[in-house]
């Protein structure tokens, strides 16, 4: 194997603790420097390629590690069943490469175990779509092998989305970012809001039926939606720069609407099978329970098998994604749309969204079929698996409920500081699944996690800035850095402002004082009557000892008194005992 020419690099702006396995350990010697280009902060550990050269070498029962900075040793013998995950696959391909008397860098170990690198294979200009949701987990299921093939050319692909709520949330998150996905390898994304199939409700990974919601409530959880869809999918950062990438936006109530019964069962239920909507997963688990299932839900995948079919016809969209739970529903609206061809009522060829046919249409459709008889379909389902932990449960809920992607409903800040609560078995999946980095600087991160120097939860922390940047923005995410660091432990270089404090107000204990209680009083006083500490004197004693914070700056004063000038915004103050405990006062004049 011939010898890589990157080699890892961990930047730091302080001493880093030792890694905590003792089975796993890498020369601290190792290679320091700065990344090639820069995270937001707080984050103060960053990776980039480096040209230079490494070897890994058999010495019997032990691994070397060898670069022309570094010597590290990984013992072959335990390493690797007593490796913490994510450093076992890691050290396991260490081993694997090492054995063979290959040469690589801990990085290359990595690409070596997974089978190749990002960048092993020529690239087009164009990335195929199905090999990039591949290679980052985002493709579980596909109708067809041949939509590899398809998917070399410019295409139409839509995900829906119902709106069961005023916003998404983070389990809803795969599919935008397939969206995203799309946009970036020079295909059409078209998201679909479901204002027709919500006022159905979906059976698929229910219990029980959903509770019909009124019109009012569609309307608003329409808007919520839509705002939230245009806001991430609009944004240029956010759509990559091969040509071709665009966006669209359909609700199905359009042409749902005026859609009597009698149509619906002329036009779809005719060329339904009962037999295959009852093999159904979904149907099938719901028949077997005590809740059963209605009609009306029984009938929801018609319902999205005829929304591929008008799109197939109208925008010649020939794709539909969705998550591993809509397979059911995905192949409804393929198999739907296969028997309305066969039937003739549907053209073989999707619909450019050009008026009427052309002459010789019909010879070119009959061409067409028979092209597709024996290269393939021309229409395509995609699944991705769902967002789960390691433990097998949900990523994005919590205890408080939901991981809203709406800022209204959920700040950028707590979005913020779920996402870097991510255990360390996960981070490297979900920087695969959820963030836009290129996959070899995710395999470095997963290499670096290992080694000697790495500073705990920098891999968190990454996931956590570029997963708000793409759901709030680059503004959303400075709010969510600025309360991170107006909440850290002895923090005193955050500026605060009203709108950093009333990002971290649900999070920190608040209180109201009247203005008579605050200003004019000593701190002591006012830490006191807002209880951050037990009486007056113990506030006192906590001044002398230097233990009491306003505003994130130390209170060196014993009778410092609070003046209006130290009011945020002119009505809030940050009390701090310690440098864990905060309390935000508002003064109310």
Known sequence: ???????????????????????LRLDNRCALSAPSHAYAQPCTSALAPRSATSAATNRGARITLRTPQSAGILSRSRAVRSAPWPCRRFAAAAAAAAADGGAGSAAAAVATERGASAGAKERSSRPNLLDVLRERGLADTVTSEAFREASEHPLKIYVGFDPTAESLHLGNL??????????????????????????????SGKSVERPVMDEETIARN????????????????????????????????????????????????????????????????????????????????????????????????????????????????????????AAGIVPSKASTGGEGQQEGQQEEQQEEEQQEQEQGPSVFGLTWPLLLRSDGSKFGKSEGGAIWLSAAMLSPYKFYQYLFATPDADVIKFLRMLTFLPVAEI?????????????????????????????????????????????????????????????????????????????????????????????????????????????????????????????VGGSMLLLGSGKKNKMIVKVER
């Open 1 to 23: 194997m011939a010898a890589p020419s990157a080699m890892l690099r961990l930047s730091a702006s302080r001493a880093l603790p030792r890694f905590p396995h003792p089975k």
């Open 443 to 567: 395999d470095q991160w997963e290499a670096a996690m290992c080694q000697l120097g790495y500073e705990p939860n920098a891999a968190q922390k990454l996931l956590a800035q570029e997963v708000t940047r793409f759901v709030h923005g680059e503004e959303g995410l400075q709010e969510a850095l600025r309360a991170t660091q107006a909440l850290a432990p002895g923090s005193t270089a955050t500026r605060l402002d009203p709108a950093t404090l009333e990002a971290i107000a649900a999070d920190a204990p608040s209180t109201s004082l009247p203005w008579a209680a605050v200003i004019g009083r000593s701190v002591a006083d006012v830490a006191a009557a807002s209880r951050l500490v037990g009486s007056k004197g113990a506030a006192r004693r906590l001044v002398q000892q230097g233990g009491m914070y306003l505003n994130n700056e130390k209170v060196a004063e014993g009778e410092r008194v609070v003046g209006e000038q130290d009011l």
């Open 222 to 341: 329409s808007r919520g939606i839509y705002k939230i869809l245009q806001d991430i999918l609009s944004r240029p950062e956010n759509q990559g720069s091969v040509a071709g990438g665009s966006l669209e936006l359909v609700n199905n109530y359009d042409w749902w609407k005026g859609v009597s019964l009698l149509e619906f069962l002329r036009d779809v239920g005719k060329h339904a099978r009962v037999g295959a909507m009852m093999a159904k997963e979904s149907v099938k688990k719901r028949l077997a329970s005590e809740e059963g299932i209605s009609y009306t839900e029984f009938t929801y995948q018609l319902l999205q098998g005829y929304d591929f079919v008008h799109l197939y016809k109208e925008k010649g969209i020939t794709v539909q994604m969705g998550g591993s739970d809509q397979w059911g529903n995905i192949t409804a609206g393929t198999d739907l749309l296969r028997r309305l061809q």
């Open 174 to 203: 795969l599919g935008i970012i397939a969206l995203a996905w799309a946009q970036r390898c020079g295909h059409t994304a078209v998201a679909l809001l479901g204002g027709a199939t919500a006022r159905v409700g979906d059976p």
